[in-house]
């Protein structure tokens, strides 16, 4: 059983940063990044791979923003740059086998508010 807990979320200005940490994640899953508008389903960002790292990115991640992992620390970031006001929602990390499809995952963080504004 795992449980995940996510930080860092935030305001910050259009082309501003924010780095969003994800502890509790074991290491022997794939850990997802999500994220979640009022009235819309959850969309995945991207995901990081247990053994080797890799990593995959929706296309508006793309370029902008970067996963990691530090399986010492059992933590998983997501540095979010450029950022855009269409960034705008709560962002979930997950753990599981797939990257992004929601179904694929079997455990969930709380979330944390990430807002993109002048």
């Known amino acids: 059983q795992l449980q995940l807990v996510e930080s860092g979320g935030g305001l910050v200005q259009p082309g501003g940063s924010l780095r969003l940490s994800c502890t509790g994640i074991?290491?022997?899953?794939?850990i997802g990044w999500f994220r979640q508008v009022p009235g819309k389903g959850r969309e995945g960002v991207g995901c990081?791979?247990?053994?080797?790292?890799?990593?995959e990115y929706a296309d508006s991640a793309e370029g902008r923003f970067t996963i990691s992992r530090d399986n010492a620390k059992s933590t998983v970031f997501l540095q979010m740059t450029s950022l855009k006001p269409e960034d705008t929602a709560i962002y979930y990390c997950?753990?599981?086998?797939?990257?992004?499809?929601?179904?694929?995952?079997?455990?969930w963080g709380q979330g944390t508010q990430v807002t993109v504004s002048s």
């Open positions: 997950a753990a599981g086998a797939g990257c992004f499809s929601p179904g694929m995952f079997r455990y």
């Open positions: 074991g290491n022997h899953y794939k």
């Open positions: 990081i791979s247990s053994d080797d790292g890799s990593t």
